[in-house]
Nanobody, 126 residues
Framework: QVQLVESGGGLVQAGDSLRLSCAAS????????MAWFRQAPGKEREFVAA????????YYTDSVKGRFTISRDNAKNTVYLQMKSLKPEDTAVYYC???????????????????WGQGTQVTVSS
């Protein structure tokens, strides 16, 4: 079992930056592909970014490319999402997800991930 706890959300203005953290316990994250998803009110949960287990390749949804960066620190058992140039449309609850992985894989579908955090709210005002 992996327990994931997100933190770092908050209320910011458009153009500001935030760094979300996802701290894991129970298992080492080095064996997992990790991802961030978000869900805005009235919308489905959507893929934001992922990082593979074995080679730290990263993938992003088009709307955040160049603004968001996903990274992992296996020594701290933590995954991060650095968000820059935030826009009001980035407002959502952000979730961290993990899936046990054997190689350089990632998944865009939320149902592909086994473990989830409780989410952290990000609100961007215009």
């Amino acid at each position: 079992q992996v327990q994931l706890v997100e933190s770092g959300g908050g209320l910011v203005q458009a153009g500001d930056s935030l760094r979300l953290s996802c701290a894991a316990s129970g298992r080492t994250l080095s064996s997992y592909a990790m991802a961030w998803f978000r869900q805005a009110p009235g919308k489905e949960r959507e893929f934001v970014a992922a990082i593979t287990r074995s080679d730290d390749n990263t993938y992003y949804t088009d709307s955040v490319k160049g603004r968001f960066t996903i990274s992992r620190d296996n020594a701290k058992n933590t995954v991060y999402l650095q968000m820059k140039s935030l826009k009001p449309e980035d407002t959502a609850v952000y979730y961290c997800a993990a899936r046990l992985s054997s190689g350089s894989y990632f998944w865009r579908r939320s149902m592909s991930y086994e473990y989830w955090g409780q989410g952290t709210q990000v609100t961007v005002s215009s």
